[in-house]
């Protein structure tokens, strides 16, 4: 099982990543529209959930919460703002992926609010040469 550097998922894009191993992933949350930090220092939850993009492996799937503690809330070290979600994947969570996979956070505010405001592809690939 290899293990993986820093992931910043900062713009949603699509991320390419091997199967069996330990990804670590920081997202950036800004308001679409003016860019400033949405707070995160009163939401009560934070949610990750990473799934298929394929019907055909509609099984695999991974769900991270901040109320299990898998999920951390971080302050920018520009802004000072809580608007940093760090997660990450294990490589026994991820050995059985191949293919796209989307992930998407879901922030449950103070008031009981819930919205996403993050959405992306990982594409994860099999290793080709076995390093046990």
């Given at each position: 099982?290899?293990?993986?550097?820093?992931?910043?998922?900062?713009?949603?894009?699509?991320?390419h990543?091997?199967?069996?191993?330990?990804?670590?992933?920081?997202?950036?949350?800004?308001?679409?529209?003016?860019?400033?930090?949405?707070?995160?220092?009163?939401?009560?939850?934070?949610?990750?959930?990473?799934?298929?993009?394929?019907?055909r492996?509609?099984?695999?799937?991974?769900?991270?919460?901040?109320?299990?503690d898998?999920?951390?809330?971080?302050?920018?070290?520009?802004t000072?703002?809580?608007?940093?979600?760090?997660?990450?994947l294990?490589?026994?969570?991820?050995?059985?992926?191949s293919?796209?996979?989307?992930?998407?956070?879901?922030?449950?505010?103070?008031d009981?609010?819930?919205?996403?405001p993050?959405?992306?592809?990982?594409v994860?690939?099999?290793?080709?040469?076995?390093?046990?």
């Open positions: 099982m290899a293990t993986s550097v820093m992931h910043d998922l900062f713009d949603g894009g699509t991320y990543l091997m199967a069996d191993s330990t990804e670590f992933f920081r997202m950036k949350l800004l308001n679409a529209e003016t860019k400033e930090p949405i707070d995160l220092s009163t939401a009560t939850n934070v949610e990750w959930f990473v799934g298929s993009a394929s019907t492996n509609r099984y695999a799937e991974v769900t991270k919460s901040l109320l299990n898998e999920i951390y809330i971080l302050s920018d070290a520009e000072g703002a809580e608007n940093i979600v760090q997660v990450s294990k490589g026994d969570e991820t050995k059985n992926f293919g796209g996979f989307i992930h998407q956070l879901l922030v449950t505010d103070g009981g609010n819930r919205f996403r993050m959405q992306g592809l990982l994860f690939s099999s290793a080709l040469i076995s390093i046990n």
